[in-house]
Nanobody
Framework: VQLQASGGGLVQPGDSLKLSCAASGFTSNYYKIGWFRQAPGGERQGVACIAIAGGSTFLPDSDKGRFTISWDNANNTAYLQMNSLNVDDTAVYYC?????????????????????WGQGTQVTVSS
């Protein structure tokens, strides 16, 4: 199993970015993808989740107006569209997968739940 995160960069407050997480090596689509972020000096925290089979998603209410999570079956890629970025969104963003799971639940993903991790992509929001 491999996950390849990309799409980060240096942007100004108010800008948008679309992060990608290309997944490979899964033998079925019963897994979920979580997006996480880790700010400098902080702990890694869950941002969003999408379950590939069934399409269950979770985003916290605080981010629903700015972030969107989606999945592209043709490319086996999860996306995190982030709009109206602010300096507090500055972090390394990671995607991770938990096999044999088809439901995101009603909370942000927890680091401990996920087995496979991508390498991270840096998002820096600065004026």
């Amino acid at each position: 199993v491999q996950l390849q995160a990309s799409g980060g960069g240096l942007v100004q407050p108010g800008d948008s970015l679309k992060l990608s997480c290309a997944a490979s090596g899964f033998t079925s689509n019963y897994y979920k993808i979580g997006w996480f972020r880790q700010a400098p000096g902080g702990e890694r925290q869950g941002v969003a989740c999408i379950a590939i089979a069934g399409g269950s998603t979770f985003l916290p209410d605080s981010d629903k107006g700015r972030f969107t999570i989606s999945w592209d079956n043709a490319n086996n890629t999860a996306y995190l569209q982030m709009n109206s970025l602010n300096v507090d969104d500055t972090a390394v963003y990671y995607c991770a997968a938990r096999p044999f799971s088809y439901y995101c639940g009603d909370s942000v993903p927890f680091v401990e739940e996920y087995d496979h991790w991508g390498q991270g992509t840096q998002v820096t929001v600065s004026s």
